[in-house]
């Protein structure tokens, strides 16, 4: 193969989504040169699917390098961890000041902040880029996010734009996010966004419409549906909309087959983890995480069944239409409280790392071609381009309006489902959340007196905060005490 300078970009990695990305960015116009460790997967690609395209392969590192333009361009789509971390000290001999890596895969921020710190110090320009949208979104418009250093954005803005998935209003599904691993960390709490979303349908509406009042898969479609057509107006509602009323082969629904143990990846863990790494009450993320976790185990959920005791009746005998228009209330509130703790843990992380995070962009960039598109992100957008130091969601006229119409919906959607005994965790937490966040004297002060009682880990006045004092409360203790920190 010809090691002729000619690609404007390079993608290493050539599983499915490597592939359908590099057709993505040779359908928009730019010549790319395609790597994989297994070289005979270079000709197979371009033998079969690349075929007919302007895509050009490598089979070596240098002769990979060696077609790029300068600056080069270079993704990385390979499985995070070490093997980023290999393919780096691989291409580092082979580039020049300059030169740009990019990782596009599911990498942890921490990492993708150390390695935007290492490649800084040997001049080169590391960019983590969160990628959203799956195989189909690769292929014909992902979600894309990406940080790091910040010259590197005026090279890739052409392609990153060009090849993101449009929102309605034809904007592209791409901004710069920020420094360091800014845009990995983005990517993490979409991720967590979307763990907590998923149980937001499935807990309520479909336990207590199935459960509670007892339709069929197709009339629980047709819910779905309709609120597809309001507020409500989303991917993820679509879809449930779909396997609500798909039929196997013998024309009975395949959701009822499906064994109800859920899985997960870890980004949903990590973004709870970073949660309390920040002192930030991201709940329902957690709660969501925790869900799947309670799922998993159920040969002991089936045992449990058999012999634990719940309301003598699990079936609704109230106003049913009423309920319904309740479960969208609910369904709404507790979406917007989602997104608020979303942008909450970006807030503090974004601080913590002078990220500098624009948040319009990002509620921009997720309008489009990822799994948590929804039409209300536009009002997020608008609600951080009237403030772009908007302290939360929840304090933009908008939001208030909306929480305070539908509290009513959610409360009684809740009720319901705590007296028929049906589980909604992520709803009920996300309702105490909204409580707690509006109180302004929370039961914390008996919380510190009782620390301070049985470990002399002291206390602040109302009328003096930040002075931190210790009371002999047995007049046994003394009064040495132990030091402050934060929870």
Same mark, same amino acid.
């Given at each position: 193969?010809?090691?002729e300078?000619?690609?404007?970009?390079?993608?290493?990695?050539l599983?499915?989504?490597?592939?359908?990305l590099?057709?993505?960015?040779?359908?928009?116009g730019?010549?790319?040169?395609?790597f994989?460790?297994?070289?005979?997967?270079?000709?197979?690609?371009l033998?079969? /699917?690349?075929?007919?395209?302007?895509?050009?392969?490598?089979?070596?590192v240098?002769?990979?390098?060696?077609?790029?333009?300068?600056?080069?361009?270079?993704?990385?789509?390979?499985?995070?961890?070490?093997a980023?971390?290999k393919?780096?000290e691989?291409?580092?001999?082979?580039?020049?000041?300059?030169d740009?890596?990019?990782d596009?895969?599911?990498?942890?921020?921490?990492d993708?902040?150390?390695?935007?710190?290492?490649?800084?110090?040997?001049n080169?320009?590391?960019?983590?880029?969160?990628?959203?949208?799956?195989e189909?979104?690769?292929?014909?418009?992902?979600?894309?996010?990406?940080?790091?250093?910040?010259?590197a954005?005026?090279?890739?803005?052409?392609?990153?734009?060009a090849?993101?998935?449009?929102?309605?209003?034809?904007?592209?599904c791409?901004d710069?996010v920020?420094?360091?691993?800014a845009?990995?960390?983005v990517k993490?709490?979409?991720?967590g966004? =979307?763990?907590?979303?998923?149980p937001?349908?499935?807990?309520?509406?479909?336990?207590?419409?199935?459960d509670?009042i007892?339709f069929t898969?197709?009339?629980q479609? =047709?819910?779905?549906?309709q609120w597809?057509k309001?507020?409500?107006?989303s991917?993820?509602?679509?879809?449930?909309?779909?396997?609500?009323?798909?039929?196997? /082969?013998d024309?009975?629904?395949?959701?009822?087959?499906?064994?109800?143990?859920?899985?997960q990846?870890?980004t949903?863990?990590?973004?709870?983890?970073a949660?309390?790494?920040?002192?930030?009450?991201?709940t329902l993320?957690?709660?969501?995480?925790?869900?799947r976790?309670?799922?998993?185990i159920?040969? /002991?959920?089936?045992?449990?069944?058999?012999?634990?005791?719940?309301?003598a009746?699990s079936?609704?005998?109230?106003?049913?239409?009423q309920?319904?228009?309740?479960?969208?209330?609910?369904?709404?509130?507790s979406?917007?409280?989602?997104?608020a703790?979303?942008?909450?843990?970006?807030? =503090?992380?974004s601080?913590?790392?002078?990220?500098?995070?624009?948040?319009?962009?990002?509620a921009?960039?997720?309008?489009?071609?990822?799994?948590?598109?929804?039409?209300?992100?536009?009002?997020?957008?608008?609600a951080?381009?009237?403030?772009?130091?908007l302290?939360?969601?929840?304090?933009?006229?908008?939001?208030? =309006?909306?929480?305070?119409?539908a509290?009513?919906?959610w409360r009684n959607?809740?009720?319901?489902?705590?007296t028929?005994?049906?589980p909604?965790p992520?709803?009920?937490?996300?309702?105490s959340?909204?409580?707690?966040?509006?109180?302004?004297?929370?039961?914390?002060?008996?919380?510190?007196?009782?620390?301070?009682?049985?470990?002399?880990?002291?206390?602040e006045l109302?009328?003096?905060?930040g002075v931190?004092?210790h009371t002999?409360?047995?007049?046994?203790?003394?009064n040495?005490?132990?030091?402050?920190?934060?929870?």
């Amino acid at each position: 193969m010809s090691a002729e300078a000619v690609a404007d970009f390079g993608l290493i990695g050539l599983a499915v989504m490597g592939q359908n990305l590099i057709l993505n960015i040779n359908d928009n116009g730019f010549k790319v040169c395609a790597f994989n460790r297994t070289v005979s997967k270079v000709d197979h690609f371009l033998e079969n /699917e690349a075929k007919g395209t302007n895509v050009v392969g490598a089979h070596s590192v240098e002769e990979f390098v060696a077609k790029l333009k300068r600056p080069r361009k270079i993704m990385l789509l390979v499985k995070a961890g070490s093997a980023v971390d290999k393919f780096i000290e691989t291409l580092l001999p082979h580039l020049e000041e300059g030169d740009i890596v990019i990782d596009g895969g599911n990498s942890h921020y921490p990492d993708t902040q150390r390695r935007y710190e290492y490649l800084t110090s040997k001049n080169i320009l590391f960019v983590g880029c969160g990628v959203s949208g799956g195989e189909e979104g690769a292929r014909h418009g992902p979600s894309l996010m990406p940080g790091g250093n910040p010259e590197a954005w005026p090279h890739l803005k052409p392609i990153f734009q060009a090849i993101a998935a449009k929102a309605p209003d034809g904007a592209p599904c791409c901004d710069w996010v920020g420094e360091g691993g800014a845009g990995h960390f983005v990517k993490m709490v979409h991720n967590g966004i =979307e763990h907590a979303l998923v149980p937001l349908g499935k807990d309520l509406a479909l336990l207590i419409v199935r459960d509670g009042i007892g339709f069929t898969d197709d009339e629980q479609s =047709e819910i779905f549906a309709q609120w597809n057509k309001g507020v409500l107006d989303s991917f993820l509602i679509e879809i449930t909309t779909d396997i609500l009323r798909f039929k196997d /082969e013998d024309g009975q629904p395949l959701l009822e087959k499906i064994r109800d143990a859920a899985g997960q990846k870890g980004t949903g863990k990590w973004t709870a983890i970073a949660a309390l790494d920040y002192g930030m009450p991201v709940t329902l993320i957690g709660e969501a995480v925790f869900s799947r976790c309670l799922s998993s185990i159920k040969d /002991e959920r089936v045992r449990a069944s058999k012999i634990l005791a719940g309301p003598a009746s699990s079936q609704y005998t109230g106003d049913k239409a009423q309920l319904i228009k309740d479960l969208e209330q609910a369904m709404y509130a507790s979406k917007i409280i989602s997104y608020a703790q979303g942008f909450m843990l970006m807030r =503090e992380a974004s601080q913590q790392y002078k990220w500098n995070l624009n948040y319009g962009s990002i509620a921009l960039m997720w309008r489009g071609g990822c799994i948590i598109r929804s039409a209300f992100l536009g009002d997020i957008k608008n609600a951080f381009d009237k403030n772009k130091d908007l302290e939360n969601l929840l304090f933009d006229p908008f939001f208030q =309006e909306a929480t305070a119409k539908a509290q009513s919906g959610w409360r009684n959607a809740i009720c319901a489902a705590t007296t028929l005994g049906i589980p909604v965790p992520a709803h009920s937490t996300a309702l105490s959340f909204y409580d707690g966040y509006r109180t302004a004297r929370l039961p914390a002060n008996m919380l510190q007196a009782q620390r301070d009682y049985f470990g002399a880990h002291t206390y602040e006045l109302e009328a003096n905060p930040g002075v931190y004092i210790h009371t002999n409360w047995t007049g046994r203790g003394g009064n040495v005490h132990a030091s402050t920190y934060d929870a």
